[in-house]
């Protein structure tokens, strides 16, 4: 997906001392440091090597998933 807009991640997985999203602008998984109610409601950039350059926002709602296969979007299945 590409455009500007800041879009909404709802699922994370709790892998070490990180959680993991699915980028919703390029459906690669990025890392995000910090404890869940840090990250809750936040904005990120996935940039650096293998980002995409764009911004995706935590939703205070999120939902911790058991499994990184949960994470996947439907519109990769």
């Not at 390029?26 to 090597?49: D, M, S, T, Y």
């Not at 980002?51 to 499994?67: K, Q, T, Y």
């Amino acid at each position: 997906m590409d455009t500007k807009e800041i879009l909404k991640v709802s699922k994370v997985f709790k892998e070490g001392s990180e959680y993991i999203a699915d980028c919703p602008h390029c459906q690669k998984l990025v890392g995000i440091e910090g404890e869940l109610n840090e990250i809750k409601g936040e904005q990120f950039h996935h940039n650096g090597l293998f980002g995409c350059d764009g911004w995706f926002e935590v939703e205070r709602n999120v939902r911790r998933v058991d499994s990184i296969n949960e994470l996947v979007r439907e519109t990769k299945a």
